[in-house]
């Protein structure tokens, strides 16, 4: 199982994505959203989730209010990786998250909300040349629920380049 959750409070609400990947293929088995949640019980709700299902990553997004919830969860939790949200991320997520729907490779629930703010993502250029992907912010929020699920379908990477479960070796003599 991988996850990912993004934090929201007041503005927005927290959003949790959770799915099953076997052989990169992702079949979400839960989506759940928080609104106007206090920090200190989405907190608890993870841990119980951690706790109790297999989940071999939680990518949280920890910019801005989400560093806390972060930092507490991957003192606890070696799973849990804190996610910086810049454009070059989220032009990454957006592009391999595409991808995997082009190939047929995820496998959604039937939401209106989630199928909404898959189509409100937009990519910008910007007038410094860089790319941005976002959506407006409307009642619901700026696309919360799709943000959790691309940091759950995300591809693994390392500072060198993607995570595999290969070990490399090397001959002496």
């Known amino acids: 199982m991988v996850a990912g959750f993004d934090v929201g409070r007041t503005r927005d609400r927290s959003e949790l994505a ?4 076997i052989e990169g293929r992702f079949t979400a088995r839960m989506l759940r959203s928080f609104e106007g949640t206090p920090f200190a019980e989405q907190e608890a709700e993870l841990r119980r989730l951690l706790g109790t ?4 990553r939680l990518s949280i997004d920890r910019s801005g209010i989400g560093m806390n919830l972060a930092e507490n969860l991957s003192r606890d939790f070696p799973q849990v990786v804190g996610e910086n949200f810049t454009n070059e991320s989220k032009e990454r997520w957006a592009t391999d998250f595409k991808i995997l729907l082009q190939r047929r490779d995820v496998t959604l629930p039937r939401d209106r909300e989630l ?4 189509h409100a993502i937009k990519r910008r250029v910007l007038p410094s040349g860089k790319v941005s992907f976002d959506a407006e912010r409307n009642a619901r ?7 959790a699920v691309v ?3 995300q591809k693994e990477r390392t500072a060198t380049g993607p995570r595999t479960g290969e070990i490399g070796a090397r001959v002496l003599g």
Not at 18 to 21: G, K, T
Not at 115 to 118: D, F, R, Y
Not at 141 to 147: L, R
């Open 141 to 147: 929020g700026h696309a919360d629920k799709f943000w």
């Open 18 to 21: 959770v799915f099953e990947e």
């Open 151 to 153: 940091l759950a379908c």
């Open 53 to 56: 299902l297999p989940v071999a």
């Open 115 to 118: 199928v909404s703010q898959v």
